[in-house]
């Protein structure tokens, strides 16, 4: 899942580079909304973003909202043949915090959960809500120089993570900003070569 005002079609050709030849890749693109942090402006959003402060008001509403359709092409994933413990979510940004979300409240096995320079959000509510299992895999990845989604939140939501899942892999990526770099791919080839097989 992409971030704040991209499109699915924005990571196609770097998840193509990544992904096993065996793996089908599903790159949905988010519906158009107002966004408060970007001053009520109409663009593609997986919920609203209110604020980026590690403790600043969240959308929950939209959250959840948004989970229910992650929910949902996982059951039609699996309606369609497809274990959904050969089911991996991943996103960047806004996406990945909302794969992080939605991994950790489905109630069955996913293969595992990729997520780059992202946060765990409505983190306060965790573990309570957790569905899943403590043993899905969870790739999280952040640049040490993001300016937007700060490494130090990264960092904190993985250490929450490892508070209550037994598999959470954190690493930064020195000078990396706000975006993916081909370490970081490899990476995520790595990981999903890893959790697939």
């Known amino acids: 899942m992409h971030g704040l005002g991209d499109t699915g079609h924005g990571w196609i050709s770097t998840l193509a580079g990544v992904k096993p030849n065996y793996m089908k890749v599903i790159c949905p693109t988010a519906p158009v909304m107002s966004v408060t942090l970007n001053a009520g402006f109409q663009m593609p959003s997986w919920f ?4 980026l402060d590690i403790g600043g008001e969240e959308d929950e509403a ?3 909202k948004a989970t229910v359709n992650v929910h949902s092409w996982i ?12 089911i991996i979510l ?3 940004s806004q996406g990945g915090a909302l ?4 991994a950790l409240t489905y109630p069955q096995p996913l293969a595992g959960v990729v997520s780059l320079s992202c946060w765990l959000p409505l983190h306060k509510q965790f573990p309570g809500i957790k569905k899943s299992s403590d043993e899905v895999p969870i790739f999280q990845a952040h640049g040490d120089f993001d300016p937007v989604v700060p490494h130090k939140f990264g960092q904190l939501s993985a250490s929450l993570m490892k508070s209550f899942m037994k598999n959470v ?13 081909d370490e970081e791919m490899e990476d995520v080839k790595g990981f999903l070569k890893n959790w697939t097989q």
Do not use: C, M, V, W
Request: avoid cysteine.
């Open 169 to 181: 892999t954190f690493k930064s990526y020195s000078g990396l900003s706000h975006s993916s770099s």
């Open 48 to 51: 609203d973003l209110k604020s």
């Open 99 to 102: 794969a992080l979300y939605a």
């Open 75 to 86: 059951s039609k994933e699996i309606e369609s043949g497809i274990p959904s413990n050969r």
């Open 90 to 92: 991943g996103g960047f």
């Open 62 to 64: 939209g959250i959840k």
